[in-house]
């Protein structure tokens, strides 16, 4: 991991099929994990970025082949994914007016479907973008949380009172 503000870059590319979702979720666990997060953090990372993945494979494509990429930049302190397809990309201000304010109090019976992808995705990460130019890009950033313990704490010597 570079610490001088460059990022080391991994790159994947999969079919847009279900079933490789797994093989995105196993690359940004290893990613995390090597970034340093917590075991809760990757837990949230591998899921907002399986999130990210259905919406591509459920409606970029509409039916037909396609690839989703994942890249992940490591820095120092904070992980960037972006998940991106080439598939149809669609207005981000219509589909939140369609969904609407989230009732916290409304019974699940209530709640639309549709777009609660995208309001997990902002409820793990720490920053979440979508852009449509073409395509969908979905980026998203868990920062790195330090536990504030000294770098000297091996050296801390107990004295007899």
């Known amino acids: 991991m570079n610490i001088n503000g460059s990022a080391d870059v991994i790159d994947l590319t999969i079919p847009a099929r279900l079933e490789y979702i797994g093989v995105a979720r196993l690359l940004v666990s290893g990613v995390a994990n090597r970034a340093g997060l917590t075991y809760d953090d990757i837990e949230d990372v591998k899921l907002a970025v399986a999130e990210a993945c ?38 981000m201000e219509r589909e939140k007016m369609k969904m609407g304010p989230i009732d916290r109090e409304a019974s699940i019976e209530t709640i639309t479907e549709g777009g609660l992808g995208l309001f997990l995705i902002h409820s793990l990460m720490d920053e ?15 920062y790195v949380q330090r536990d504030g313990v000294a770098e000297d704490v091996d050296a801390f010597t107990r004295t007899e009172i």
């Open 54 to 91: 259905t919406n591509a494979v459920q409606h970029a494509y509409l039916e037909q082949e396609g690839s989703i990429r994942i890249q992940c930049q490591l820095f120092c302190d904070r992980l960037l994914i972006q998940v991106a397809d080439d598939g149809v990309s669609f207005d």
């Open 128 to 142: 979440v973008d979508v852009r449509n130019d073409q395509g969908i890009v979905v980026s998203m950033v868990k």
